[in-house]
């Protein structure tokens, strides 16, 4: 299966946190698909950083550039399709960078690690 983080479970997988669950643990260190990050993902944490809604132990730079040994993570950067289809995606979640995810998810054929049921509406598999 392949796996895409939802910016909270990437930072909560940088950060080590107890926060993400042991079964979305297990399923990153023992996927055998594909696990990746966003761009948009990354775009969120630095904009949340920027504005002071978000504390991080180590600086950004450096936990990105360790993310690609960790599990195999990959960067899933934004493409033109991505961004047509989370603009025209019908629903009730606003949220921009979800709207990317979720995009993502549907176009690469990813399950998304996340807490956040709003994207099982969107038939999107999650693991959590």
Do not use: C
């Amino acid at each position: 299966m392949n796996l895409l983080l939802d910016t909270h479970a990437l930072i909560w997988w940088v950060e080590d946190s107890p926060r993400l669950p042991v079964l979305a643990v297990e399923a990153i260190e023992n996927a055998d698909g594909r696990v990746a990050f966003s761009a948009a993902s990354i775009w969120e944490i630095a904009t949340k950083l920027r504005i002071g809604k978000l504390k991080m132990r180590r600086g950004l730079g450096d936990a990105v550039s360790d993310l690609s040994g960790r599990a195999r993570l990959e960067p899933l950067a934004i493409s033109v399709e991505h961004g047509r289809l989370a603009g025209e995606l019908e629903g009730p979640h606003t949220d921009p960078f979800d709207r990317m995810l979720i995009a993502q998810a549907q176009l690469e054929g990813f399950a998304v690690v996340t807490s956040e049921p709003i994207f099982r509406h969107y038939r999107v598999p999650v693991v959590w």
